[in-house]
Structures are given as C-alpha cells and as structure tokens.
C-alpha cells in the first residue's frame, strides 16, 4: 500500500536567493491570475471549460510573449495550471466556490514543484537542492529513510517573513493487523468554546482555553497600533510606512507563535488519544456552517481548529490500525437519553443540565451527547 508522508522544513535562503524565490511566486501568481481571467472570459462568452491541457500549450505563447516567465522554474508554473484545472473541477463537479485570484497584499506566497530526475533532493541533512533556486540552507530535524521517494516540494513565505519548505515523500506500507477492541471507545462532542467534551476526559479544556487566551491581549494591542498606522501619512509616508511594515511583521510573528502552539497541542492531544483508544466517535460538523449560524462565535470556531484535529486524529488513529467514526450530523446525540432513549424535541440550546421525563435521569447536555455518540458510532462500526 502507498502511503504519503509530508515534512515541513524552515529553510534560511540567501538574499540572491530570496530575489529568485520573489520572483517565482510573483510569476506563478500572474500565471495564475492570467489563466483564471482567461477562463472566465471563455466560460462566459462561448460556455466553454478550459482543461490542464490547452492551459500547457497557452503557457507556451505566454512565455514568448512574457520573456521573464522564462527565468524560473517552468515546473512550478504547470503546477499552478494543474492546481488551477483542480480548482475548477471543485466547482463544477462538487459545487465548491469559484476560483478566487491570488492577491500580493496577502503576505503568504506558495510555489510547488515536482521531483523530475533528483533535481530535488535533501543534502548532508542541512540543505536542500531547489530546481533553480539551488542549494538553500535548510533545518531537516527528521530521519527520512532511503525507502521515502521524494516526490514534491512546495515553497513559502509566511507573513512573518521567514520561509518553509513542505516536502512530500511516498513509501510503501505494509497493511496493519490490529484487533481493536470495542470497550476502548470515546465518543468527542464538539464545543463551539472547547474544542471539545467527552464523558472521560475532560480536563483537556481547560488547557486549550489557557493557550486561547494567552498572548490574546498583547496581540490586541500590536493590531491596534497597526489599525492606526495603516492612516497614510502623506508627508511622511515613505517613513510610516516603513514603520507599517514593522508592526505588521509583530502581528504576524505573534499570530504565527500562537498557531503553532495550538497545532503542537492538537499534535499531542490527537496522540494521547490514538493510543490510549480504538474506535473515536465524533460529529460531522462543518466548520463554516458552525461560522455562518453564529457569527458571534465565528473567530473562535475557526481558531480552535477542530477540523484540523479531526485529521490529525484520523490520521494517527489509522496509522495504528484503528478507526475513527464520523456520525452525521443530524443525529440528535444532545436530544437522547442515553440511558432509557427518549427523545427530548423541548431541548434548547442554552439547556446545560435536563431532566429525562421518561425514566428521570438528570443529564448534562455534553455529557450525555459523548455517551450517545459512543453509542451511535459502536452501532455503525458493526454494522
Ligand atoms: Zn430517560
């Protein structure tokens, strides 16, 4: 069985290097704009759908055209063709939106390119070979064994400046024969607050919320002096806007810093439990319905990643063999009573404890719902 595997890697490219990087993620961005502007224009005025294929052979008169296209790495530019006709495929095929231009103002700019006859490699375990771009300074802090092909590379700046390689590697793996064992289940009902509830661990919320609210006062300061910059200075606005960008680049290392903080803490967090239990049960929650129903809560749906834990826990749970169990999202798990079944229609949102009129458990809401996701995905796993 292929399996991929991806590392991120911070590399340390030289100034030369860094003017080359610029370069290509400027051409790669055009490129892309060019043949999304084009594809609309011919969609609108003749219903006609581009394909990868006639984008290649465009990007040919394109480059005769537009010398400079010349100068980088040709690969990368078909991949921005590829990820343009994949783009596309989403919408028409599963109704996901409309191809969206790529913006310079947004400060994160990606390239990817393909492995084609080692023209990318790792080296002595401190650089990495780039087509084009060379050799680049790069911290590898993983082992990556002869059996991992290296098959792709994507190159980024994040808006703090510093630049990250992703390189993706395939490997063969050999198929897990693990007995899971059914009394291992737990059952994880998301909260819009906490990242998440269950019936046996539910101490881990108080750790997000620590690590939420942390740094959350500085980082309203930094923006409010950066909201006050952005006010052109027209006299001196070549020094403001020096001064600008530094502030920017604050914003951007302290809202990077907490990132990273929360995705070691899904990384542990989706550990601990891949180990400690067999089968995992969860909602199906889309995250941007969640956003849209609550606007209120909408930054907080999107900070506490859940959708980002979910793969992770789908992913190490499968590594080793065991299963992860997704349950849809109109099963009424906060409605039931877990002990005689009955169905609470009276329920509100803002009820934390209820009371079953049926056999007169007195239930808490999150509790309860852990209990008869448990259920529920213990039901769909034998069946
Ligand atoms: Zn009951």
Not at 13 to 36: A, D, I, W
Request: proline letters at 2%.
């Amino acid at each position: 069985m292929k399996k991929n595997k991806a590392f991120k890697f911070r590399i340390y490219p030289t100034s030369e290097q860094k003017v080359l990087l610029g370069k290509t993620f400027g051409c790669c961005r055009l490129v892309f704009n060019y043949f999304l502007n084009l594809s609309t224009k011919k969609y609108d005025e003749e219903k006609i759908t581009l394909k990868y294929k006639d984008y290649a052979l465009m990007l040919n008169d394109l480059k005769r055209e537009k010398e400079f296209l010349k100068e980088i790495d040709s690969i990368s530019l078909q991949q921005e063709l590829r990820h343009l006709a994949d783009s596309f495929n989403n919408f028409f095929k599963y109704k996901k939106g409309y191809p969206k231009y790529k913006r310079k103002a947004m400060h994160n700019d990606s390239y990817s390119t393909m492995n084609v006859n080692d023209n990318i490699e790792i080296l002595d375990k401190k650089y990495i070979k780039l087509p084009k771009i060379g050799k680049v300074q790069c911290k590898v802090h993983r082992d990556i064994t002869n059996d991992y092909q290296l098959k792709s590379a994507t190159i980024s700046r994040v808006p703090s400046g510093k630049y990250y390689v992703s390189v993706l590697y395939e490997y063969e793996k050999e198929p897990i024969s693990y007995k899971i064992d059914e009394s291992k289940i737990l059952g994880l009902d998301y909260q819009m607050k906490n990242l998440f509830i269950s019936d046996n661990i539910i101490k881990t919320n108080d750790d997000f919320l620590k690590l939420y609210t942390k740094n959350e006062k500085r980082l309203q300061f930094l923006q409010k002096t950066l909201s006050r910059r952005q006010r052109p200075n027209h006299k001196k606005e070549i020094e403001s806007s020096k001064r600008y960008e530094k502030q920017r680049i604050k914003v951007a290392k302290l809202l990077e810093y907490q990132k990273n903080k929360r995705i070691d803490y899904y990384n542990k967090l989706s550990k601990e439990i891949a180990n400690q239990y067999d089968i995992v049960v969860i909602e199906d929650i889309n995250m941007q319905d969640m956003a849209k129903e609550s606007k209120l809560n909408s930054k907080a749906t999107y900070d506490n990643g859940f959708g980002i834990f979910r793969n992770m826990l789908k992913y190490k749970l499968e590594n080793l063999g065991k299963k992860l169990i997704i349950v849809d999202k109109y099963f009424p798990s906060s409605k039931l009573c877990n002990v005689c079944g009955y169905k609470n229609e009276l329920l509100a949102i803002t009820d934390k404890t209820w009371e079953c009129p049926n056999c007169n458990t007195v239930h808490n809401r999150d509790i309860n719902a852990s209990i008869n996701l448990k259920k529920e995905g213990l039901r769909i796993y034998n069946s």
